[in-house]
C-alpha cells in the first residue's frame, strides 16, 4: 500500500484516540472463562429500565420496518411537560455523546477553541479535535473544575466551553454562586455547554439547575441523557435544552432518524415512572455509602462524589490492582486515559454487587 489514509484525514482527526468504554462482561467472560462477573465501569443503573420502560420499547417493535418520527414530537412534548420549557428549545439525540458532538461540528471550526477542565469526560477533547478546533484543558481544582481559572482561559478563539455538573470521572461539582459567577463572565458569543448528565442523582442544596439560568443566559446549552438514572443506555437517547435559535442550529446538522423508535418509546415512558427513578437514587445514595466506607476500612483514599460513582487513589498500582480485580470477576475502570494513572472509578451497584467489589479489592491488595 503506497497510500497513508491516516494522513489524509483532517488534522484534528489524525490527533485522535479513539474513546475506551468500559471493559464489557462478554469480554472479560472470553479472556478468563469466568461466568460471574460483575461490570461496575460504565455507571450504568444496576436496577435497570423500568418495567414501563420495557413494556413501551417492547410495544413499539412492531414499527421497527418504519424510519422512526425524525422530530421526535412525542418526546420531545413530554420532555418539554416535564422540565417546564417550550419544546423548541429541545434538540434530540443518540445519548447525549451525539449532542456533545451536534455543539461541537455546529459552533467549532479550524482555528477555533474549545475550553473544559482537565479530569473533564474524554468526549469533550474528541469532539474538539474531530472538528480541526483547539482543545484547551484548564488545570483543575481538588479534581473538580476551577471555574475562575476557566473563564480566564477564554479568548477570542474561544467558541464553546464544555462543563460538566457532576463532573465525570471525579463526580466533583460546583454550587450555583461559582456557576452563575462563571456565567457571567462569559462572552454571549461563547456556547456553554452543561453537561447534567448524573443530574438526577445530586442531593447537595446548592447545587444548581442549568435549566433555570436559560432565559438568563442565551449561550447555555444544558445536556442530559436517559441512559444512567433512567437505565436506558442501551437504546442511546440524550437531549439538549437551549434558546430556540441554538436548537435550531443544532437540529440543523443532527442526522434525521437520530434516535430509534424504541428508544423514542422506552424514553418518554421512563419520563414518568417517578416510583423507579426514586428507587434508583435511593438505590445509588446507599450505595455510595456503602462503597465509600468500604475504601476508607481498606485505607484508599477516595475523591468525593455526588453522582453515581466514586474514583478511588491506588498509588502506582492502580494497574495492577485493576488487573486483579479482574481476575476476581470484577470489572471497574482505570482512568489512566483521564490523566489519572493512579486511580480506578466504580459504579455504584446494588449492595450485593458492591460488597463483591469490596471483597475482591481486600482480596488483591491484602495478598
Known amino acids: 500500500m ?13 490527533q485522535l484516540r479513539p474513546y ?23 455507571n450504568e443503573n444496576p436496577l435497570g429500565p423500568s418495567h414501563r420502560a420495557l413494556e413501551a420499547a417492547r410495544r413499539s417493535l412492531d414499527q421497527i420496518h418504519l424510519y422512526p418520527d425524525g422530530a421526535g414530537f412525542e418526546l420531545k412534548h413530554a420532555l418539554a411537560d416535564n422540565l417546564g420549557v417550550s419544546s423548541d428549545r429541545i434538540t434530540l439525540g443518540n445519548g447525549s455523546n451525539d449532542v456533545l458532538e451536534l455543539v461541537a461540528r455546529a459552533y467549532l471550526q ?30 483543575s481544582h481538588l479534581y473538580g473544575h476551577d471555574l475562575a481559572a ?39 458569543r461563547v456556547i456553554v455547554v452543561l453537561d447534567e448528565a448524573y443530574f ?36 442511546r437517547v440524550g437531549y439538549a435544552v437551549s434558546h430556540p435559535q441554538i436548537a435550531d442550529v443544532l437540529n440543523r446538522v443532527r442526522q434525521p432518524f437520530n434516535v430509534n423508535i424504541p ?11 417517578l416510583d423507579h427513578i426514586e428507587n434508583s437514587k435511593g438505590e445509588n445514595t446507599a450505595g455510595l455509602v456503602q462503597l465509600a466506607e468500604g475504601l ?14 466514586i474514583a478511588f487513589d491506588c498509588g502506582g498500582d492502580a494497574e495492577t490492582v485493576y488487573q486483579g480485580l479482574l481476575r476476581e470477576g470484577v470489572i471497574v475502570r482505570p482512568l489512566g486515559g483521564y490523566g489519572l494513572p493512579n ?23 491484602c495478598r
Open 150 to 188: 476557566m473563564a480566564d482561559a477564554i479568548t477570542e478563539r474561544t467558541r464553546v466551553v464544555f462543563l460538566a455538573n457532576p463532573n465525570n470521572p471525579t463526580g466533583t461539582w460546583f454550587n450555583d454562586q461559582a456557576l452563575d459567577n462563571f456565567l457571567a463572565r462569559v462572552p454571549e
Open 296 to 309: 476508607d476500612a481498606l485505607g484508599f483514599t477516595q475523591i468525593p462524589s455526588v453522582a453515581n460513582f
Open 2 to 14: 503506497t497510500c497513508d489514509y491516516t494522513q489524509l484525514a483532517n488534522n484534528g482527526v489524525q
Open 20 to 42: 475506551q468504554p468500559g471493559k464489557p462482561v462478554e469480554e472479560l467472560q472470553r479472556e478468563l472463562g469466568l461466568r460471574d462477573v460483575v461490570k461496575l465501569a460504565s
Open 200 to 235: 438526577e442523582y445530586v442531593e447537595e442544596s446548592h447545587y444548581p439547575d442549568g435549566l433555570k439560568r436559560l432565559d438568563r443566559y442565551p449561550n447555555l446549552v444544558v445536556t442530559r441523557t436517559f441512559s444512567k438514572i433512567h437505565g436506558l443506555a442501551g437504546l
Open 343 to 365: 486511580h480506578l472509578r466504580v459504579t455504584a451497584g446494588t449492595a450485593r454487587d458492591n460488597e463483591r467489589f469490596l471483597q475482591a479489592l481486600k482480596q488483591v491488595t
Open 263 to 273: 428508544a423514542l418509546a422506552a424514553a418518554q415512558a421512563a419520563l414518568g415512572d
Open 110 to 139: 479550524p482555528g477555533d477553541e474549545a475550553v473544559f477542565s482537565e479530569y473533564a469526560f474524554a468526549i469533550y477533547p474528541l469532539v474538539t479535535l474531530g472538528c480541526s478546533a483547539k482543545p484547551v484543558s484548564v488545570d
